[in-house]
């Protein structure tokens, strides 16, 4: 049988799309040695993103909490999701930082790495290609699938041979709002490997249409040897295909896996009870959404956008704000809306609407684009636009603008002179010291995670922490429970 192999993503991209990326250690590291023994390819475990989110959120230490996990998952390569021009998603920065954020991340235990640019422009990508393959990571640079007018088989054949030319160890087609239908893969899959010579090509997608597990069979059907995929409950919804049903339809295609499945259970049985404890989404399969094709915001960044309007008393301007936000990209120049583009476009939809005037402000991220300072993108931009957001104040210190090149002495002397490299890192993240100072003072990462318990001692757990009823009463049979809350 022709074997496919498995990208794991639970532990980074699956529960950033369903849980917001609340996942701390503890509830992570009780799946790590199941994770282990399930035979994946490699592991996509960590975003500088996330890495902010431990630290302000959980107080962790990000690089404490990869070196436990590299110590634990040595079967499989950990894997980092970044931004190629820079480690830092919202301050981008190039030049020898990279270099040590690179040698850093190899140092504590990643392993591979995904360097992805948001539109597509490998010319700002060599650098850190090469910066990661000095500090000995295995690079697989991402093909980012968008559909627009511009976004043709002829943009994607030149696209490939781009990345084939900074000679990655391989290629993932990414289709981040779940865009891919089983007819476009049959067209582009055919012009990626064609153009990427003897490169490997894999292919990671969200269930956000309900396409991505039929797209996946049919990509391994025209070569694609490794397909990305989540384990349940962190599967389907706006994360990827589940890893148990893309192991049954393959195999029923005549393909196998090599995977653990008991393991993999064991892993699904503990992340349900994680989201059981927590009050954690499960992901659900989800119907088919043309819409998703015309406005393909991320399934993320639509809920974050639609809990900011219902904060401000505007939740019923939500489909306006979507409309504007279809309207914004075709005058962009149909930019690709995955992070961080995607928010600056809602954001700058969401100003055009509750403002009353469109383009009354501009962020700085949306004059940049149209400044041309990250590159062109797949269109042009709109000539109204252009002259609009030219004609601004804010416009003119973005005329000659490129992404700082800082040095190691010069972000020494903002950040920290005498800590060390991977402290210094945290804090340019972070930009300051007052959160690293809070992720000291919690003391060493905690791997406790309460385990799974029978049934009926979870079933008075539940009971005991209602906190509006004073008495409960179960009978069933020859058993009876009496719950009775006493006076405090």
Same mark, same amino acid.
């Given at each position: 049988?022709?074997?496919?192999?498995?990208?794991?993503?639970?532990?980074?991209?699956?529960?950033?799309?369903?849980?917001?990326?609340?996942?701390?250690?503890?509830?992570?590291?009780?799946?790590?040695?199941?994770?282990?023994?399930?035979?994946?390819?490699?592991?996509?475990?960590?975003?500088?993103?996330?890495?902010?989110?431990?630290?302000?959120?959980?107080?962790?230490?990000?690089?404490?909490?990869?070196?436990?996990?590299?110590?634990?998952?040595?079967?499989?390569?950990?894997?980092?999701?970044?931004?190629?021009?820079?480690?830092?998603?919202?301050?981008?920065?190039?030049?020898?930082?990279?270099?040590?954020?690179?040698?850093?991340?190899?140092?504590?235990?990643?392993?591979?790495?995904?360097?992805?640019?948001?539109?597509?422009?490998?010319?700002?990508?060599?650098?850190?290609?090469?910066?990661?393959?000095?500090?000995?990571?295995?690079?697989?640079?991402?093909?980012?699938?968008?559909?627009?007018?511009?976004?043709?088989?002829?943009?994607?054949?030149?696209?490939?041979?781009?990345?084939?030319?900074?000679?990655?160890?391989?290629?993932?087609?990414?289709?981040?709002?779940?865009?891919?239908?089983?007819?476009?893969?049959?067209?582009?899959?055919?012009?990626?490997?064609?153009?990427?010579?003897?490169?490997?090509?894999?292919?990671?997608?969200?269930?956000?249409?309900?396409?991505?597990?039929?797209?996946?069979?049919?990509?391994?059907?025209?070569?694609?040897?490794?397909?990305?995929?989540?384990?349940?409950?962190?599967?389907?919804?706006?994360?990827?295909?589940?890893?148990?049903?893309?192991?049954?339809?393959?195999?029923?295609?005549?393909?196998?896996?090599?995977?653990?499945?008991?393991?993999?259970?064991?892993?699904?049985?503990?992340?349900?009870?994680?989201?059981?404890?927590?009050?954690?989404?499960?992901?659900?399969?989800?119907?088919?959404?043309?819409?998703?094709?015309?406005?393909?915001?991320?399934?993320?960044?639509?809920?974050?956008?639609?809990?900011?309007?219902?904060? $401000?008393? *505007?939740?019923? /301007?939500?489909? !306006?704000? @979507?409309? =504007?936000? #279809?309207? &914004?990209?075709?005058?962009?120049?149909? %930019?690709?809306?995955?992070?961080?583009?995607?928010?600056?476009?809602?954001?700058?939809?969401?100003?055009? $609407?509750? *403002?009353?005037? /469109?383009?009354? !402000?501009? @962020?700085? =991220?949306? #004059?940049? &684009?149209?400044?041309?300072?990250?590159? %062109?993108?797949?269109?042009?931009?709109?000539?109204?636009?252009?002259?609009?957001?030219?004609?601004?104040? $804010?416009?003119?210190?973005?005329?000659?603008? !490129?992404?700082?090149?800082?040095?190691?002495?010069?972000?020494?002397?903002?950040?920290?002179?005498?800590?060390?490299?991977?402290?210094?890192?945290?804090?340019?993240?972070?930009?300051?010291?007052?959160?690293?100072?809070?992720?000291?003072?919690?003391?060493?990462?905690?791997?406790?995670?309460?385990?799974?318990?029978?049934?009926?001692?979870?079933?008075?757990?539940?009971?005991?922490?209602?906190?509006?009823?004073?008495?409960?009463?179960?009978?069933?049979?020859?058993?009876?429970?009496?719950?009775?809350?006493?006076?405090?």
């Amino acid at each position: 049988m022709d074997k496919v192999d498995f990208v794991d993503t639970t532990l980074r991209d699956a529960h950033q799309s369903l849980w917001g990326v609340r996942m701390s250690t503890p509830m992570a590291y009780q799946a790590a040695s199941g994770i282990n023994r399930a035979g994946f390819k490699a592991v996509d475990f960590e975003a500088p993103t996330h890495f902010v989110f431990q630290i302000k959120t959980y107080r962790e230490n990000p690089w404490e909490r990869v070196r436990l996990f590299a110590k634990k998952i040595d079967k499989a390569p950990l894997s980092l999701m970044q931004l190629a021009n820079t480690f830092t998603t919202w301050k981008p920065m190039r030049g020898p930082i990279m270099g040590l954020w690179m040698e850093r991340c190899y140092a504590n235990g990643l392993r591979r790495i995904q360097p992805m640019e948001e539109s597509n422009n490998m010319d700002n990508i060599a650098e850190s290609v090469n910066y990661a393959k000095k500090a000995g990571l295995e690079v697989v640079i991402p093909l980012i699938f968008s559909e627009s007018p511009v976004h043709t088989d002829d943009y994607f054949a030149r696209k490939a041979r781009e990345i084939a030319a900074l000679r990655p160890h391989a290629v993932y087609l990414k289709d981040q709002c779940g865009l891919l239908t089983p007819e476009r893969i049959r067209t582009l899959v055919p012009i990626i490997r064609k153009n990427i010579g003897s490169l490997p090509l894999e292919i990671h997608s969200h269930c956000t249409t309900g396409l991505a597990p039929i797209s996946y069979l049919e990509a391994v059907k025209l070569g694609v040897r490794t397909i990305h995929t989540a384990i349940p409950p962190l599967a389907n919804g706006s994360s990827q295909p589940s890893v148990f049903n893309m192991v049954k339809n393959l195999a029923s295609l005549g393909y196998e896996s090599g995977l653990d499945e008991k393991a993999v259970q064991e892993v699904s049985d503990h992340f349900a009870h994680v989201a059981r404890r927590e009050g954690l989404p499960v992901g659900q399969v989800l119907e088919y959404d043309a819409y998703q094709f015309e406005h393909q915001i991320p399934g993320g960044v639509i809920s974050n956008l639609r809990r900011q309007l219902a904060e $401000i008393g *505007l939740e019923h /301007r939500l489909g !306006e704000v @979507i409309r =504007e936000v #279809v309207l &914004i990209r075709k005058e962009l120049g149909y %930019p690709i809306m995955v992070t961080p583009i995607s928010q600056y476009v809602v954001t700058q939809a969401t100003l055009n $609407i509750t *403002l009353g005037e /469109r383009y009354k !402000e501009a @962020i700085d =991220e949306i #004059v940049k &684009i149209v400044m041309g300072c990250y590159g %062109p993108q797949a269109g042009e931009v709109d000539r109204n636009l252009l002259d609009k957001i030219s004609s601004m104040p $804010i416009a003119k210190k973005y005329v000659k603008w !490129e992404i700082p090149r800082p040095s190691i002495k010069q972000i020494r002397a903002q950040f920290g002179a005498d800590v060390s490299d991977d402290e210094l890192l945290l804090r340019v993240l972070c930009q300051g010291q007052k959160d690293i100072e809070a992720m000291h003072a919690a003391g060493p990462l905690d791997t406790y995670y309460p385990p799974v318990q029978k049934p009926l001692v979870e079933l008075i757990e539940g009971l005991i922490n209602r906190k509006k009823h004073g008495y409960i009463y179960l009978e069933r049979d020859d058993l009876s429970i009496k719950l009775v809350k006493q006076p405090a």
